[in-house]
């Protein structure tokens, strides 16, 4: 029996709000759109890229302004990322979490609105790459909360739904997890607040990742 829980990234794993607000308000501003307050943002991270966008622009923006948009957020994100300045520190206690469900016998994965090149990056910085067995990105799927990367790493661990868990920090990943037919974990210290997970569909919550881990057995 494969069981196998798969993580949201940014607001699971790693906080790069700060590095994601910076992008965004600077493609943004690039092509002349009105630049999202922080909240904004903060609110609309975990789908992918294109929707977010989509979701931060004024009603009625041309497509190819947001397509502009999402580029310009791209080539910042990539400079920032040149220039040293992207900072997406592993939340405490994550590390610890991940080596032990390894230890358990738990394969791992990553679910999340990053590209396959950002989340290679994220997780080479902070040395747990080789913990994942499957990692789906924004770029090779529908945005959540349509359950189609939680299909691929489960046909590409051989798991189960009854085996699976999705584990992330919005609603998004709720409702993705619902869809799917998989336990839905939320936790508390991402964007989304708990009353909106519930509301997502969660099944459980953790206050921190001890916490995660009793809920995972």
Same mark, same amino acid.
């Given at each position: 029996?494969?069981?196998l829980? %798969?993580f949201?990234?940014?607001g699971?794993l %790693?906080?790069?709000q700060a590095?994601?607000?910076e992008a965004?308000? /600077?493609?943004f501003?690039?092509?002349?759109l009105?630049v $999202?307050s922080?909240h904004e943002?903060?609110?609309?991270?975990? !789908? +992918?890229l294109p929707?977010?966008?989509r979701?931060? =622009?004024?009603?009625?923006t041309?497509q190819?302004?947001l397509d *502009?948009? !999402?580029e310009a &957020?791209? /080539?910042?994100f990539? *400079?920032m990322r *040149?220039?040293?300045r !992207?900072?997406? $520190?592993l939340y405490?206690g994550?590390?610890e979490?991940?080596?032990a469900?390894?230890?358990?016998?738990?394969?791992l994965g %990553?679910?999340?609105?990053?590209?396959?090149r950002g #989340?290679?990056g +994220?997780l =080479?910085?902070?040395g747990?790459?080789?913990?994942? +067995?499957?990692? *789906?990105t924004?770029?090779i799927?529908p945005?959540? $909360?349509?359950p189609?990367?939680?299909?691929? =790493?489960?046909?590409e661990?051989g798991?189960?739904?009854e085996h699976t868990?999705?584990i992330?920090?919005t /609603?998004y990943?709720?409702?993705?997890?619902?869809?799917?037919?998989?336990r839905?974990?939320? %936790?508390?210290w991402? &964007?989304? /607040?708990?009353?909106? #997970?519930?509301g997502g569909?969660a099944d459980d919550?953790?206050d921190?990742?001890d916490?995660?881990?009793v809920l995972?057995?």
């Amino acid at each position: 029996m494969t069981r196998l829980a %798969v993580f949201d990234c940014d607001g699971t794993l %790693v906080d790069g709000q700060a590095a994601v607000c910076e992008a965004m308000k /600077a493609g943004f501003e690039a092509i002349g759109l009105p630049v $999202p307050s922080e909240h904004e943002i903060r609110r609309i991270i975990g !789908v +992918s890229l294109p929707v977010a966008i989509r979701n931060l =622009a004024p009603e009625g923006t041309a497509q190819e302004l947001l397509d *502009q948009t !999402v580029e310009a &957020y791209r /080539a910042a994100f990539f *400079q920032m990322r *040149q220039e040293g300045r !992207v900072q997406e $520190p592993l939340y405490d206690g994550i590390r610890e979490l991940l080596e032990a469900l390894r230890g358990n016998g738990w394969e791992l994965g %990553v679910a999340t609105g990053k590209t396959r090149r950002g #989340l290679d990056g +994220s997780l =080479a910085m902070h040395g747990i790459d080789h913990l994942f +067995s499957t990692l *789906q990105t924004s770029d090779i799927h529908p945005s959540k $909360p349509d359950p189609a990367m939680l299909a691929a =790493a489960m046909a590409e661990t051989g798991a189960t739904p009854e085996h699976t868990v999705m584990i992330g920090d919005t /609603a998004y990943d709720m409702e993705m997890a619902r869809r799917a037919g998989v336990r839905a974990i939320g %936790v508390c210290w991402g &964007y989304h /607040a708990p009353e909106e #997970l519930y509301g997502g569909g969660a099944d459980d919550i953790a206050d921190d990742p001890d916490h995660l881990e009793v809920l995972l057995g």
